[in-house]
């Protein structure tokens, strides 16, 4: 499985937007000032955001400081310059300063996809499409301010003048140090509009405009995005590599200049940082900006990241009272949270309501707003350089050379993360705009998490639910609720796990269909012990063969000190000793931070296999030892494991010496251990 690509945010220099004169410093980028103390010399480009928009008067201000000239915005109230330690000092005591940041460089944050939200069934709903003077409901018309890597305008479902109504970049953004320092005035950024192909590298921005907007024109349809009437201002932050602060911000300031112009009314983000490596700071500039957009109406939709179940790996642009923070999810069975999707915080002070006001001032929520689909997604191949992804072994979902008709594959290309789940939302957005434009960005969220459909999750993983694109356009057209698109909760006796047969690559022993984890109180009186139970099911067990081998994992963390812990159970055909049963784990070494494997062979693990199951039972108090220490008496009864996945291994060659394969493995949804 690959990643979808993040934005990560190394160095912006952000002036804190400060309420008045005599309030608190300006707010300073603390990777800024470890920078500039190293090397007070040299000259560090930042971004300035003043509490007001900055005049000539300012400007004479700066040159007086010494800083001879730079960029200011539009509409932003920012200067682009550089400065050295003497001169960050000085603007750091001045009261019309509200922050000061580096130029940060952020990661990029990488078709059943419109049945399983409902965007199928809203566009057959007759109800909505008579409110609509007899037209589905499309987008038509909203435009999209798509910050990315660009979009190439040239692919027929994103095509420059048609459904892409602006395709910019921002030749400015690029200055360096030194260039900026050659400045002897302050003079505008600078937007080149109308370019064919912005995308010139890897395509994320492409593949992301598609999933929101495509018209699907080259496919019949088939592969076309949630909003395919809306318009698309692609707007150029950077490449494949990252994008910058700098560029960011341009691009927010061409949205609000040309909100009108094109009406713009909602903006994606699939691209950010962790909030450990970059705390939230409503004065960084690029939450100014989005600020400023959702006070102008603009619904700002942001990745919450890509980095899993870990602390503190949320993207804390995402976490803003005015953002969206949209999580990936699977697209098939239950929609089960993507393992690679990132968590929140329970932080226990954030307002956790829908509609949350854009106060600056608020504690923010540390998880997402919303789940979408983001695991195997199909959409538009950028031209050229564009890849085709051939990872795994046919037919593996996620091959295009087996997923994608031949005729499609020079057109499309499969790809997942919150890079792709958030433009999902982001049309979702698009269509209810078109149902009632007169919705504020505060309505959309409260809207969007009151209609989600319900998921076994904690808020942290999923936030309100799995989007559903039906209702959220019904209730924006005050229009009742109808049943949710796909029933997302399990049902007793439900495997976490569940798989299509044929998937596999090797024969129907290792073909995986479900996988179950169950807990069993036992029966102490009669000498059972508690334990957890692992039932794997293929399609046809008896035509195993030696070297064949079952895993059923899932992950744990440790409440105390934040570790995450898989734990394992196998059941194997070895060729001397036939049916052999083993557990273990894989953790971080206290001493080093490095995950590693032990078992826990001595647990009292046992197993069978019966029929098409294999069937593992591991005791309780094994699993609590390998969470809490040997000895304890702490349970993990009431704990939820995360990361359920059900695999068929095969060892190729001798053991010691051989290959070990994967012919089919499959992930499942959280499993809470108790009754």
Same mark, same amino acid.
């Given at each position: &499985?690959?990643r979808?690509?993040?934005?990560?945010?190394?160095?912006?220099l952000?002036?804190?937007?400060?309420?008045?004169?005599?309030?608190?410093?300006p707010?300073?980028?603390?990777?800024? #000032?470890?920078?500039?103390?190293?090397?007070?010399?040299?000259?560090? *480009?930042?971004?300035?955001?003043?509490?007001?928009?900055?005049?000539?008067?300012?400007?004479?201000?700066?040159?007086?400081?010494?800083?001879?000239?730079?960029?200011?915005f539009n509409?932003?109230?920012?200067?682009?310059?550089?400065?050295?330690?003497?001169?960050?000092d000085?603007?750091?005591?001045r009261?019309?300063v509200?922050?000061?940041y580096a130029?940060?460089h952020?990661?990029?944050?990488? !078709?059943?996809?419109?049945?399983?939200? $409902?965007?199928?069934?809203?566009?057959?709903?007759?109800?909505?499409?008579?409110? +609509?003077?007899?037209?589905?409901?499309?987008g038509?018309?909203?435009?999209?301010?798509?910050?990315?890597?660009?979009?190439?305008?040239?692919?027929?479902?994103?095509?420059?003048g048609?459904?892409?109504?602006?395709?910019?970049?921002?030749?400015?953004?690029?200055?360096?140090?030194?260039?900026?320092? +050659?400045f002897?005035?302050f003079a505008? /950024?600078?937007? #080149?509009?109308?370019?064919?192909?912005s995308?010139?590298?890897?395509?994320?921005?492409?593949?992301?405009?598609g999933?929101?907007?495509?018209?699907?024109?080259q496919?019949?349809?088939f592969?076309?995005?949630?909003a395919?009437?809306?318009?698309l201002?692609?707007?150029?932050?950077?490449?494949?590599?990252?994008l910058?602060s700098?560029?960011?911000?341009?691009?927010?300031d061409?949205?609000?200049?040309?909100?009108?112009? %094109?009406?713009?009314?909602?903006?994606?983000?699939?691209?950010?940082?962790?909030?450990g490596?970059?705390?939230?700071?409503?004065?960084?500039p690029?939450n100014v900006?989005?600020?400023?957009?959702?006070?102008?109406?603009?619904?700002?939709?942001f990745?919450?990241?890509?980095?899993?179940?870990?602390?503190?790996?949320i993207?804390?642009y995402?976490?803003? *009272?005015?953002?969206?923070?949209?999580?990936?999810?699977d697209?098939?069975?239950k929609?089960?949270?993507?393992?690679?999707?990132?968590?929140?915080? +329970?932080?226990?002070?954030? %307002?956790?309501?829908?509609?949350q006001p854009g106060d600056?001032?608020?504690?923010p929520?540390?998880?997402?707003?919303?789940?979408?689909?983001?695991?195997?997604i199909?959409?538009?191949?950028?031209?050229?350089?564009?890849?085709? +992804?051939?990872?795994?072994? =046919?037919? %593996?979902?996620?091959?295009d050379?087996?997923?994608?008709?031949?005729?499609?594959l020079p057109?499309?290309?499969?790809?997942?993360?919150?890079?792709?789940?958030?433009?999902?939302?982001?049309?979702?957005?698009?269509?209810?705009m078109?149902?009632?434009?007169?919705?504020?960005?505060?309505? #959309?969220?409260?809207?969007?998490?009151?209609?989600?459909?319900p998921?076994?999750?904690?808020q942290?993983?999923?936030?309100?639910g799995?989007v559903?694109a039906?209702?959220?356009v019904r209730?924006?057209?005050n229009l009742?609720?109808?049943a949710?698109p796909?029933?997302?909760?399990?049902? *007793?006796?439900?495997?976490?796990?569940?798989?299509?047969? @044929?998937?596999?690559?090797?024969?129907a022993?290792q073909d995986?269909?479900?996988?179950?984890?169950?807990?069993d109180?036992?029966?102490?009186a009669? @000498?059972?012990? =508690?334990a957890?139970?692992?039932? &794997?099911?293929?399609?046809?067990?008896?035509?195993?063969?030696?070297?064949?081998?079952?895993?059923?994992?899932?992950?744990?963390?440790? *409440?105390d000190?934040?570790?995450?812990?898989?734990?394992y159970?196998?059941?194997?055909?070895?060729?001397g000793?036939?049916?052999?049963?083993?557990?273990?784990?894989?953790?971080?070494?206290?001493?080093?931070?490095?995950?590693?494997?032990?078992?826990l062979?001595?647990? $009292?693990?046992?197993?069978?296999?019966? @029929?098409?199951?294999?069937?593992?039972?591991? =005791?309780?108090?094994?699993?609590?030892?390998?969470i809490?220490?040997? @000895?304890?008496?702490?349970? /993990?009864?009431?704990?939820?494991?995360?990361g359920t996945?059900?695999?068929a291994?095969e060892? #190729? $060659?001798?053991?010691?010496?051989?290959?070990?394969?994967?012919? !089919?493995?499959?992930?499942?949804?959280?499993?809470?251990?108790?009754?």
């Amino acid at each position: &499985m690959t990643r979808g690509i993040i934005v990560v945010l190394t160095f912006v220099l952000a002036l804190t937007l400060c309420a008045a004169s005599a309030m608190a410093a300006p707010s300073l980028d603390p990777q800024l #000032v470890k920078a500039v103390n190293a090397r007070p010399t040299d000259l560090t *480009p930042v971004i300035i955001t003043f509490t007001h928009k900055p005049s000539s008067i300012e400007f004479t201000q700066l040159k007086m400081l010494g800083i001879k000239g730079g960029l200011y915005f539009n509409s932003l109230p920012m200067v682009i310059t550089v400065v050295n330690k003497t001169q960050l000092d000085a603007l750091s005591r001045r009261s019309d300063v509200r922050s000061i940041y580096a130029n940060h460089h952020l990661n990029l944050l990488d !078709d059943r996809s419109r049945p399983f939200i $409902g965007v199928t069934a809203l566009r057959s709903d007759n109800e909505t499409t008579a409110r +609509n003077r007899g037209l589905p409901i499309s987008g038509n018309g909203v435009g999209i301010a798509y910050v990315d890597t660009g979009i190439d305008g040239t692919h027929p479902d994103l095509q420059l003048g048609k459904n892409l109504a602006a395709n910019v970049f921002f030749p400015l953004a690029e200055q360096t140090a030194v260039e900026i320092a +050659n400045f002897s005035q302050f003079a505008p /950024v600078l937007a #080149v509009e109308n370019i064919p192909n912005s995308d010139v590298e890897g395509g994320h921005g492409t593949f992301g405009a598609g999933v929101t907007a495509g018209t699907g024109q080259q496919s019949g349809g088939f592969y076309g995005g949630m909003a395919p009437g809306a318009k698309l201002v692609g707007l150029v932050a950077g490449n494949d590599v990252g994008l910058t602060s700098f560029a960011i911000v341009q691009a927010y300031d061409y949205a609000l200049v040309n909100q009108f112009r %094109y009406n713009i009314r909602v903006c994606n983000n699939s691209w950010g940082t962790t909030i450990g490596d970059v705390p939230f700071d409503a004065n960084d500039p690029i939450n100014v900006a989005t600020l400023a957009l959702h006070d102008h109406n603009v619904t700002v939709v942001f990745a919450a990241g890509n980095d899993g179940d870990a602390p503190d790996v949320i993207n804390p642009y995402s976490v803003a *009272p005015w953002t969206i923070s949209v999580a990936a999810g699977d697209k098939e069975f239950k929609g089960s949270p993507a393992g690679f999707s990132s968590r929140g915080n +329970n932080n226990g002070t954030g %307002y956790d309501v829908a509609g949350q006001p854009g106060d600056p001032t608020l504690a923010p929520n540390l998880r997402p707003d919303i789940i979408g689909s983001g695991v195997n997604i199909k959409s538009t191949r950028l031209k050229g350089p564009g890849l085709t +992804n051939i990872a795994g072994t =046919p037919p %593996y979902i996620g091959n295009d050379t087996t997923t994608i008709p031949p005729a499609y594959l020079p057109y499309y290309t499969t790809s997942q993360g919150t890079s792709f789940s958030t433009p999902q939302v982001t049309g979702v957005v698009a269509l209810m705009m078109e149902a009632n434009p007169l919705l504020t960005p505060d309505e #959309v969220v409260t809207i969007l998490r009151q209609t989600a459909t319900p998921m076994p999750y904690e808020q942290r993983v999923v936030g309100a639910g799995y989007v559903d694109a039906h209702n959220a356009v019904r209730v924006a057209m005050n229009l009742a609720v109808v049943a949710h698109p796909a029933n997302l909760m399990l049902a *007793p006796g439900d495997a976490q796990v569940n798989d299509p047969a @044929g998937d596999t690559g090797g024969d129907a022993a290792q073909d995986v269909l479900t996988g179950r984890f169950q807990y069993d109180p036992g029966d102490l009186a009669h @000498g059972v012990q =508690p334990a957890i139970v692992y039932t &794997m099911t293929v399609v046809d067990l008896s035509t195993k063969q030696p070297n064949n081998a079952w895993i059923m994992s899932s992950n744990w963390r440790n *409440p105390d000190t934040g570790a995450v812990i898989n734990i394992y159970v196998s059941g194997e055909e070895d060729p001397g000793l036939g049916e052999f049963y083993d557990a273990g784990k894989v953790a971080p070494d206290p001493q080093t931070g490095v995950n590693t494997q032990s078992s826990l062979s001595n647990s $009292g693990v046992a197993g069978q296999m019966v @029929g098409n199951q294999i069937i593992i039972r591991l =005791p309780i108090k094994a699993v609590n030892e390998a969470i809490f220490g040997a @000895g304890t008496t702490r349970s /993990v009864v009431g704990m939820t494991s995360t990361g359920t996945e059900a695999d068929a291994q095969e060892l #190729v $060659g001798a053991f010691g010496g051989g290959l070990l394969v994967f012919p !089919d493995t499959a992930g499942g949804v959280d499993f809470k251990v108790g009754p």
